[in-house]
């Protein structure tokens, strides 16, 4: 039997490309560049999967031609607001994503956002590399204590959980919570954490807000002008989430009329572009998308892709199906 067509978006690590090579006929984009819409729109008429990362974006206009032959999307990725799937699976394209993997990698990026933004370290580190730095004095850079003060989490999923079980057990926080549906509470409480009934309660409460609910759909501009107006003035924001979560304009607007303290953001609206006016800011960490940046997450996320795509060719069900 022939081997199943693939074709992979970006670079990945090697470990897994090569599995990819030795079981499939597989396409690889060597020089790692993003693919624009009519090489996706082509790849999907001619390959039998396509494996996209967060960099790609497969709106319903893609699965529309006539001519379209993947019948399954691997995502390279957790998150998959960037592919249409219900214009996918209208067409029959089973789409998968790799849950589980990047949970404890995505919620340290968030521990390092909170402690790097609330202990000023970016920009001390900008200090010292332009040798500014005047030498120790009582007054200088002070931040803000985060050991016993309260976080507050925006969608209580795998990532949530993994950070409140950080901040909880590690820094003595209190924490609180906002998730669409019940959360048990003697599970929450493995975690230290308490479920409130709005967002807006968990903004008033929270020293800390972290951002971990999906994006797109009815999560795009969820932290708006008013639910800023609704954190305290010196807390913080913290997305590691998806950039469209925040209104990135309102969040600058709060940034600088000091409606909050300062954000740490490892996503963007329109990535890889930052606001220049964020970029200016002392008040904010920036990074760019790491969360599931290590070498371990990053092979573990591709093995997954790797099982699901080869699970489907074999006539299985994938084990991480979202449509
Ligand atoms: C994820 O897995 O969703 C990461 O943000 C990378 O896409």
């Not at 490309?17 to 396409?27: S, Y």
């Not at 999923?157 to 003595?172: T, V």
């Not at 940034?255 to 572009?273: R, T």
């Not at 092979?299 to 489907?312: E, L, R, Y």
Request: aromatic share 6%; glycine share 8%.
């Amino acid at each position: 039997m022939s081997k199943a067509r693939i074709l992979v978006t970006r670079r990945w690590p090697e470990q897994v490309e090569a599995v990819l090579a030795e079981r499939f006929d597989t396409t690889f984009n060597r020089d790692d560049r993003p693919m624009e819409q009519l090489a996706l729109a082509d790849a999907l008429s001619r390959y039998d999967a396509v494996l996209p990362t967060v960099s790609d974006r497969l709106p319903a206009a893609l699965f529309e031609g006539p001519k379209l032959s993947a019948k399954i999307i691997g995502n390279y990725g957790v998150g998959y607001n960037h592919i249409d799937v219900a214009a996918a699976s209208a067409k029959g394209v089973v789409v998968t994503n790799t849950p589980g993997v990047l949970t404890d990698c995505t919620a340290d990026i968030a521990m390092t956002l909170l402690l790097s933004v609330a202990r000023r370290a970016g920009e001390g580190e900008r200090q010292v590399r332009s040798d500014t730095w005047s030498g120790w004095r009582p007054t200088h850079m002070i931040g803000t204590k985060v050991t016993g003060k309260t976080l507050g989490i925006i969608g209580f999923g795998r990532i949530g959980k993994a950070l409140a079980k950080r901040c909880h057990f590690g820094f003595d926080m209190d924490v609180v919570f906002y998730n669409r549906s019940r959360v048990d509470s003697a599970v929450a409480m493995q975690y230290g954490a308490r479920q409130l009934n709005s967002i807006e309660e968990v903004l008033a409460a929270a020293d800390f807000v972290s951002l971990h609910c999906p994006g797109g759909g009815e999560n795009s501009n969820l932290i708006n002008a008013a639910r800023l107006s609704a954190m305290k003035p010196t807390a913080f924001l913290i997305n590691t989430a998806r950039g469209d979560v925040i209104d990135e304009t309102a969040l600058i607007a709060a940034l600088s009329n000091g409606k909050i303290a300062g954000a740490g953001l490892d996503v963007y609206a329109a990535e890889p572009h930052v606001p220049e006016r964020l970029l200016a800011m002392d008040n904010v960490v920036l990074l760019p998308h790491l969360g599931s940046a290590t070498a371990e997450t990053r092979t573990a996320m591709g093995m997954k892709v790797v099982d699901n795509v080869t699970a489907f060719f074999e006539g299985r069900e994938p084990p991480n199906r979202v449509a």
